[in-house]
């Protein structure tokens, strides 16, 4: 089976923002930390290295919770900045 690539993302200087939102969406600071704490909450058994025992099952519960979180944020932050430019 070929292994797939790390995603990859329109515009690549967006990287790090993506990951700072990530961090602040799994309330750390360390933006490679946030998939492990996410993954130990909802009781998926991911650790750093090779993960391919892991189903698909459990793997969709870690970037279903943290990219659905991500989206959630992102839909707050752009409330907050249309309110700030209506009020101007």
Do not use: C, F
Request: hydrophobic share 35%; glycine share 12%.
């Amino acid at each position: 089976m070929a292994r797939r690539k790390r995603n990859k993302i329109l515009i690549p200087e967006a990287r790090q923002g993506l990951d700072l939102l990530k961090a602040k969406v799994a309330g750390t600071t360390d933006p490679e930390q946030a998939k492990y704490e996410i993954a130990d909450e909802v009781g998926v058994p991911l650790k750093e290295g090779y993960n391919g025992k892991l189903t698909s099952e459990q793997a969709g519960k870690v970037g279903g919770r943290l990219g659905g979180s991500m989206v959630k944020e992102l839909v707050r932050m752009a409330q907050e900045d249309l309110k700030k430019n209506q009020s101007l």
